[in-house]
C-alpha cells in the first residue's frame, strides 16, 4: 500500500492529535528501520497503521478480543492494551493488510513480548521516542535509540513499569516478560 | 516446637550476622501476627526457620529444586531465591516441621505468591521491615505495617521491583504476579 493511501486510511480513524503522533511514529519508524537494518516500507506501513483501532469503542475491542481468541487476561487489565491487537485484527480486516510481520508489529506494539521481532522492536520504539513525545526520561532513550536498539528497548520498558509501581497501577505479566526476556539476552558490545 | 530448640537448630546453619536478622524477623512476626490475627505460634516457628537454607550450597540447592518438582523457572532467575523453596523442604526432612502454612510462609517468603495468606504475609514483611534493615524506603513501610498489611506489602514489592530494574536485573515473575495481584485486590478502608 502507498504511504498517501494508508495515511487517508488511518486519518479518518483518529483524532488531529493522534494522527500527527502517527505521522512522528511513522519517521522515526523509518529512522530507526535504515539504522537496524529492519524493512523501511513494513516500517512505514506498520507505524501508519499501529493506532488504528484507538478510538475504537471499548466493546467492540472487547468482542475482538474474545472472538478472535487473543488472550482474555488482557481484558483484566488497562483498556489501554486493547487497540494494539484489536487494531492488528481491524487493519486486516478493514484495510486489507495482510502481512504477518506487520500485522505482529502492530499487535505487540504495546505490551511487546519475548523474542520481539525487529520491526516489532522498531514500532515499539518509535511510538515510545517519535518527537511529540514529552516526559521524564523519554531524552535518554532517544539517545540510547541511536546506539543500541535493545538497550533503547530495556531502558524504555523500564520507565513504563516504574511509571506504572508509582501510580500503584498493575503491570500487564507480557510486558515484564518482554523486559525479562530483554536483559536475559542483552549484549553489550 | 519450642523456640529454643528451634533456635538452635536454626543457629548451626547461619552466620552470626544472619542469626541476628532471624531474632529480628521473629519479634517482628509475632507483633505482625498479634496486630493482624495470624498465629502467633506459626509466625514465630516459620520467622525463625525462613533462612534455613540460606547458605546451603547453590548446587545443593538446584538439586532439591529439580528432584522435589519446584518451578524449574526458579534456576534461570537470581540464586536469590533459591534458598525460600530449598529451606521449606529442608525445614520438613532436616527439622521435622511438618505444618503445611509454616512451610508454605517459608517457600513464599522471597518470591511471595498471588493469593498470599496471612502467615505468608507477616513472614514476607517481617523479613523486609526487621530492625536490622536499613536501606532507602523501609522506614515508610514499617510505617504502613502499623496500619495496612496489604499496603506495606504492595509498597515493599515496590520498591524490590524498582530497585531490580535500576539494576538492570530480570524479576521473577512470580514477584510480579504477587503484586498485581495484591493492588488488583486493595482495599483501602
New interface residues.
Partial sequence: MEREDALKLVKEQLTEHRYQHTLGVMETAIDLAKRYGADVKKAEIAAIFHDYAKFRPKEEMRKIIIEQGFPKDLL?FNAELWHAPAGAFLVETEAGITDREILEAIRYHTSGRPSMSLLEKVIYLADYIEPGRHFPGVDEVRQLAKENLDEAL?KSI?NS??FL??K????Y?ET??T??DL??N?RID
Same sequence: chains 1, 2.
Fill in positions: 483484566e530495556i523500564q513499569i516504574a509501581l508509582k500503584n497501577q498493575t503491570i505479566p515484564f516478560h523486559y525479562n536483559v536475559k542483552r
